[in-house]
């Protein structure tokens, strides 16, 4: 079962997949670019202070980094894969170069059991103790910050020892 969360704090999935780890008190982590750079500022180095900066501002590193040091990374998106952005596109290019084990799923409501049980039964199979948690900015798809934290406080109590 799940040991820690590591996402890249940028805002929608990955700010979400935090706030709700610090909310729960699960253990977090993870990779951001160089001065805490995001869409919206700058990631608050108080609230997140588990993010260690790369060497660059670079987003592309910050999101290779993470799925390198994670067993395995989810990718959570509304839709289908069409409604991926560039960033969520080179995640999943990531997980394909380390080999490591991904899992995408769609928040769409109708989809929300199906995923759990999806979700549960990966982390199991691949014995993931780590995992990343990325996906869609706010700005692509507004909303998705909340609808990721409805699902991860429901999943996640399901997830750790």
Known sequence: MLK???SGGQTGVDRAALDVAIELNYQYGG???????AEDAVI???????????????????TEYNVRDSDGTLIMIIGNENTMDNGTKLTVNMAEKYQK????????????????????????????QIVNIAGLREQTIPGIYQQTQSFLRNLLPKTFN
Not at 31 to 37: E, M, V
């Open 4 to 6: 820690k969360i590591i």
């Open 31 to 37: 990779w951001c670019p160089r001065d805490r750079k």
């Open 44 to 62: 608050d180095p108080i609230k997140y202070a588990n993010l260690q900066e790369t060497s660059t501002d670079d987003y592309s590193q910050r």
């Open 101 to 128: 084990p991904m899992c995408i799923i769609s928040l769409d409501e109708e989809h929300k059991n199906i995923n759990e049980i999806k979700i549960l039964e990966w982390l199991m199979i691949n014995k993931i």
